[in-house]
């Protein structure tokens, strides 16, 4: 069974930028997850998809983050503009239904210069 | 609110049994997990527990609940290089939606 996958794994781009993550969840997990992770720390929950539905969104920085979950599978998350503190690893996890063990990708590691 | 606090570093010798604590503060959380983070890769969900049990074994992996004290800790027995590593522990947060609330992570060192 693949795992969960994410693109690009590395992006390096200038502040004022936008960048764009994409996510494909494990083929019948309902939810997926957008995790921030910052070095040193663990990660943190940015948005939580219920199918197509946005149902946890409230720890993302709405001014400048936008996701989006079309047809319930797929996801793409977008900075816009990017800033240097937005520089981190971005996770997409999936798990079959809420309050499930999670299954992670790789994450994609964004530098802002 | 809901925090996750664990020491950042530990280190053992090869063979030797590894010891990574945790603590957590939201007295309803359902289940806690252990997760482990190899460089440049995602996470890897190594054990969970349910609150309702104090203990569950797993091959090489222990892991203990103390619920009065909000404690938790997983043993790695008989340690190996592989194991070297980052460990976040993780609360499952109340309301039962699914939302982690992860530890800072502990950084496994095993010396040969």
């Known amino acids: 069974e693949a795992g969960v996958v994410q693109s690009p794994r590395y992006k390096i781009i200038e502040k004022k930028q936008p960048v764009a993550f994409w996510c494909n969840p494990i083929s019948g997990h309902n939810t997926l997850y957008w995790y921030l992770q910052n070095l040193g720390q663990g990660p943190e929950l940015l948005i939580r998809?219920?199918?197509?539905?946005?149902?946890?969104d409230s720890q993302l920085p709405k001014d400048r983050f936008s996701a989006e979950r079309l047809k319930g599978v797929d996801s793409t998350l977008k900075i816009q503009p990017a800033e240097l503190g937005d520089s981190a690893v971005y996770l997409c996890?999936?798990?079959?239904?809420?309050?499930?063990?999670?299954?992670f990708g790789p994450g994609t590691r964004l530098t802002v210069l | 609110g809901e925090d996750v606090e664990q020491s950042l570093f530990l280190s053992v010798r090869e063979g030797d049994s590894s010891v990574i604590n945790c603590t957590y503060t939201d007295s309803s959380s359902t289940y806690l997990y252990w997760y482990k983070q190899e460089p440049g890769a995602g996470l890897q969900l190594l054990t969970y527990?349910?609150?309702?049990?104090d203990m569950k074994q797993d091959q090489r992996l222990t892991v203990l609940l103390n619920k009065k004290d909000k404690h938790l800790s997983l043993r790695i027995a008989d340690t190996q290089t592989g194991d070297s590593a980052i460990y976040f522990c993780?609360?499952?947060?109340?309301?039962?939606?699914?939302?982690?609330?992860f530890g800072q992570g502990t950084t496994l060192q095993v010396k040969p």
């Open positions: 998809y219920e199918n197509e539905e946005a149902v946890d």
């Open positions: 996890a999936s798990s079959p239904r809420p309050a499930h063990e999670q299954f």
């Open positions: 993780a609360e499952a947060g109340s309301g039962n939606t699914g939302k982690l609330i």
């Open positions: 527990i349910f609150s309702n049990m």
